[in-house]
């Protein structure tokens, strides 16, 4: 997979990929989101996806279902601890509700993460 990044004016950076763009902004002035922010997203509702998936393929509801993510920084500012809460509605079977944790274990996000790439930075001329 290949990525465009670029610089759209101001403090925007864009990502390009596929037919998607992915806006951001530092400080998030032009409505757009940091960086950061886009990446601390991709935690939460990559759970999501996996938590819809074991619910559409059991055949349950998904109205009243909210994943509540909860940052926890250290006195520097680094994330240290984030904490994924998937709120059910009463009507939720309890059968499922340890099975739907396991789910949203299974992101992809969470397991890079834990087993993070290396990373190369070079410079090319164009």
Known sequence: MEMMI???????????????TVATDQPPVAGAPTPFAVFLSS??????????????????????????????????????????????????????????IRSAELCTVKKHLENPPKFEVTTKVA
């Open 43 to 100: 935690i939460g509702t990559c759970a999501g996806i996996y938590v819809l998936g074991f619910c559409q393929q059991r055949g349950l509801p998904t109205d009243g279902i909210r994943i509540v993510q909860r940052i926890h920084s250290n006195y520097s500012g680094m994330v240290e601890k984030i904490d994924l809460e998937i709120q059910v509605p009463a009507s939720f079977p309890e059968k499922y509700r340890d099975s739907l």
């Open 6 to 20: 670029d610089f759209s004016g101001g403090s925007r950076v864009d990502a390009h990929f596929g037919d998607f």
